[in-house]
């Protein structure tokens, strides 16, 4: 997992590899915001 600090709040990435028998049936990428930061309007 990543997790990083960007311009509108902290976000976090995760790749999850999956496999059947050893071999790769499927790669599934989840991003998501963690927590928001407050701007000035």
Do not use: Q, Y
Request: glycine residues 8%; aromatic residues 2%.
């Amino acid at each position: 997992m990543d997790r990083f600090e960007t311009r509108r709040g902290n976000r976090a990435v995760i790749d999850v590899d999956i496999s059947v028998d050893g071999g790769p049936v499927a790669t599934v990428r989840h991003e998501a915001l963690v927590s928001l930061t407050p701007t000035d309007l």
